[in-house]
């Protein structure tokens, strides 16, 4: 490592630091009225941000970014402005237990090419929400629209009385600078969306980190669902800002007996089923075989420009490319993450078959992010749902927008989704304030009348079991 | 709970198994497991390239011991000729936890 990435580094975690020291004195009202100011000039800007980001990254299209940009303004500003994040936070006069909510300290929040705007304005809000100083780490397709974006929320923060430096971004796009940031010992945590090696380094730094992973979302039509809302829901969410969400559906599994309601409803609804020889085209240039990872040419793209790269022709204002599979894994490309208009349709033989199709491909580069059923059988719905290994089950609803929380239920809005375990993740939950604080206890004396109670000396002597002690212990309750 | 079916023209041995395979189950079971494929090792020259089929179409419940069963059996052939079919959905979401989907050949 150079002395001159070194030195940058730490400049960056001094400024980072003192604003921590100043961050953490405010109280709660001038915390809030910081994260106000700074979601109202945020959403404000929403299509200005969101039309440079799409011009930037070449990704998706503008008015998606809008809605992914006051999703991350609106909806997140309203799930945490009621929160309290500063001070005593809880007190429990039964257990005597007070709670007191402390700032964590500088944040390296890493920010996904994907949704660049929309990430970077969730994350200054979930971190000034709770006192910590936030550093951006903007992608090196998505530099300018996140300088932008971090340059209105840092003036709206700083007119509201918001210390020097609670925000700053790094903008070479230097790995090295990155690493640098994310071991540095001065720094609390790390928030990182993006790939599996970026969250893999974060979780390897040293420091703590909020690391989430790539999905490769299985949803699953039963034949009770209702046939017609359930393709326009999927197709809804597939096609939302060109499939870049990861939570977005990769693989539709249905039974055999409903294979050509699906695929006649999913026809009337502009989507175009492949034939085998398109598979392969779109094969090729939509997926590199080889590390079986995505290829970011066809990230975000739109079907006519997927077409004209595979070589194929589709009729005009179709919505999605479907490409029937018989199996998953290796041999099967398009049963990975594709973030692109692009959707794997599997035909079972029956309803458990479909649901093994499922599970294959949820351990096929997804585990711990989501998964949809369309359904109307409770029993079914809960059957999946305990199958699947995903911090989100979106029933009835459309995954992209579901996972996200807010819209179509109460998830928690966000744009870092938990994985848990399974994606080398903390949590499963949808990321918020209430992640980036810690919590102190402060435990007033209540004793246990009933271990008090005990006669200790019995604990001493082997020959009485646990039976004797445990009804002893328990006298008189 | 274990019906062997020894088809020997196609060097094929069909293990159906039925019930809940729990510990005591699977012990109960394993000997005569072993025994068959003592006689067909003894008893075939092309043992070697044997494929051994394990079908759990009527098994709701699986113990680490009949994981470990199968795990022995897989190695006595070349790899890709021990496979297993018609799991149910829990079944197959045991073995994926165990990470084995892949040895054990399951579809």
């Known amino acids: 490592m150079t002395d001159s990435i070194i030195d940058q580094a730490d400049k960056i975690m001094e400024k980072a630091m003192l604003a921590a020291a100043e961050f953490q004195q405010f109280n709660q009202e001038q915390t809030d009225r910081i994260v106000e100011a700074v979601y109202k000039a945020g959403f404000n800007a929403r299509v200005g941000l969101a039309k440079m980001a799409s011009e930037e990254t070449g990704l998706g299209n503008w008015k998606d970014k809008v809605i992914k940009n006051a999703v991350a303004t609106q909806l997140v500003y309203n799930s945490i402005k009621n929160e309290k994040t500063v001070g005593v936070i809880a007190t429990d006069q039964l257990s005597g237990i007070t709670e007191i909510a402390q700032p964590l300290g500088p944040i390296f929040a890493v920010t996904p090419v994907t949704n660049p705007t929309s990430t970077v304005l969730y994350k200054i809000l979930i971190c000034l929400k709770t006192r910590n100083p936030v550093i951006i780490s903007a992608h090196r397709s998505a530099v300018k629209c996140c300088t932008e974006t971090v340059r209105i929320c840092y003036e709206a923060a700083l007119d509201a009385g918001a210390p020097e430096d609670c925000i700053q971004i790094i903008t070479a796009g230097s790995r090295d600078l990155t690493h640098t940031m994310m071991s540095h010992p001065k720094l609390a945590l790390i928030l990182a969306t993006g790939g599996t090696g970026l969250v893999k380094a974060a979780y390897s730094s040293g420091n703590p980190a909020i690391g989430v992973g790539p999905g490769n979302v299985p949803v699953f039509i039963d034949e009770s669902a209702d046939l017609p809302f359930a393709i326009a829901n999927i197709i809804a969410s597939k096609t939302f800002d060109s499939g870049t969400i990861c939570a977005s559906e990769q693989s539709i599994i249905v039974e055999e007996s409903i294979e050509e309601a699906i695929r006649l409803e999913f026809e009337r609804q502009h989507c175009y089923f492949l034939s085998p020889t398109e598979v392969k085209l779109v094969e090729k240039i939509a997926v590199n075989a080889e590390t079986m990872s995505m290829s970011p040419f066809i990230v975000g793209q739109s079907v006519s420009v997927i077409a004209e790269k595979a070589g194929i022709k589709v009729p005009d204002g179709t919505k999605i490319l479907m490409a029937k599979l018989d199996g998953v894994g290796r041999d099967y490309p398009l049963s990975i993450e594709v973030l692109a208009p692009i959707l794997a349709f599997y035909a079972a033989r029956d309803y458990h078959s479909a649901i093994n199709i499922c599970i294959d491909l949820n351990y096929l580069g997804g585990i711990g992010h989501s998964a949809g059923i369309y359904a109307n059988n409770e029993e079914r719905i809960l059957e999946f749902s305990t199958l699947m290994n995903a911090g989100r089950i979106l029933v009835n609803t459309p995954t992209s927008q579901g996972a996200v929380g807010g819209l179509f239920n109460n998830l928690l809005p966000a744009l870092t989704l938990g994985c848990g375990t399974g994606g080398k993740n903390i949590t499963t939950e949808n990321i918020s304030a209430r992640h980036l604080i810690n919590v102190q206890r402060v435990c007033r004396r209540k004793p246990n009348q009933n271990w008090f109670a005990m006669d200790f000396q019995k604990y001493l002597d082997e020959s009485i079991d646990e039976s004797i002690l445990s009804k002893e212990y328990f006298k008189n309750n | ?107």
């Open chain 2, 1 to 107: 709970m274990l019906t062997i079916n020894h088809q020997n023209e196609k060097n094929l041995l069909e293990c159906f198994f039925t019930g809940r395979l729990d510990t005591m189950a699977s012990e109960e079971m394993h000997p005569t497991l072993n025994h068959e494929l003592t006689n067909l090792q003894k008893s075939n020259p092309d043992f070697d390239q044997s494929k051994i089929v394990f079908d759990l179409k009527e098994v709701d419940y699986i113990a680490s011991s009949f994981i470990r069963i199968c795990m022995k059996t897989a190695k006595q052939v070349p790899q890709g000729n021990f496979s297993i079919v018609n799991c149910n959905p829990f079944v197959k979401k045991t073995f994926k936890i165990a990470g084995l989907d892949e040895t054990l050949n399951i579809h």
